[in-house]
Every structure is written in C-alpha cells, then in structure tokens.
C-alpha cells in the first residue's frame, strides 16, 4: 500500500507556471510507475505526464506537449509536475497516481492521491 499526497496547486495567470508535487509513503516510489491525471469541473479525468519506475521513460498527453514535465526523486520519495506557459483550459483538480506499471491509461494505476486544485485565470 502506498499513499500520496499532492501539493503545489493554486491560482496563477495565463502564462504563468506552478510546480506540483506528490509526496508518498508506505512504500518506496520505485516500485512504480508514476502519473499524473486531471480533472476538469464536468469532464472525464483525463492523463497528463507519466513516468517509468527508472524515470528513462516519460509519456505525456498532447495538450501539455514542451509546457508540462514529470520527474521523480526517489530518494525523496516524491514526483513531481513541472506546469509551464499554463491555459485557463489546465485548470481541473491534478491528481497523482502510482501503478506496478502504468503508461496512459488510469485502469494500470493502482494508488491515488486526493488531489490538488489548479486555477488559471486568463
């Protein structure tokens, strides 16, 4: 079992960048694959950034394409997102998720956080 607890949301400009991280215990992030996942108020949850348990492979979502990237720091047991040039369409809660092995999909996570509010004002 392992828990997650994300930070770093709030409310920024259009243009402007924030850091999440997900900070786990319980368990050592590198087990897992790791993720991030959002929200938007009447939609689906939809992938963001993944990365592999050994952080050589990434995945990303178009829509965040050269603005938003994922590391990890396993001796800190965190991850984290890095979030560039945001859009009012970034705003949704952002959750973090741990999977045994995880690309795009929410069904290979197994592990969730309860999430954090991004809001981009335009």
């Known amino acids: 079992q392992v828990q997650l607890v994300e930070s770093g949301g709030g409310l920024v400009q259009a243009g402007g960048s924030l850091r999440l991280s997900c900070a786990a215990s319980?368990?050592?992030?590198?087990?897992?694959?790791m993720a991030w996942f959002r929200q938007a108020p009447g939609k689906e949850r939809e992938f963001v950034r993944a990365?592999?348990?050994?952080?050589?492979?990434?995945y990303y979502a178009d829509s965040v394409k050269g603005r938003f990237t994922i590391s990890r720091d396993n001796a800190k047991n965190t991850v984290y997102l890095q979030m560039n040039s945001l859009k009012p369409e970034d705003t949704a809660v952002y959750y973090c998720?741990?999977?045994?092995?995880?690309?795009?999909?929410?069904?290979?996570?197994?592990?969730w956080g309860q999430g954090t509010q991004v809001t981009v004002s335009s």
């Open positions: 998720a741990a999977g045994f092995g995880g690309t795009y999909y929410s069904s290979e996570y197994d592990f």
């Open positions: 319980g368990r050592t992030i590198s087990s897992f694959a």
């Open positions: 990365i592999s348990k050994s952080g050589g492979s990434t």
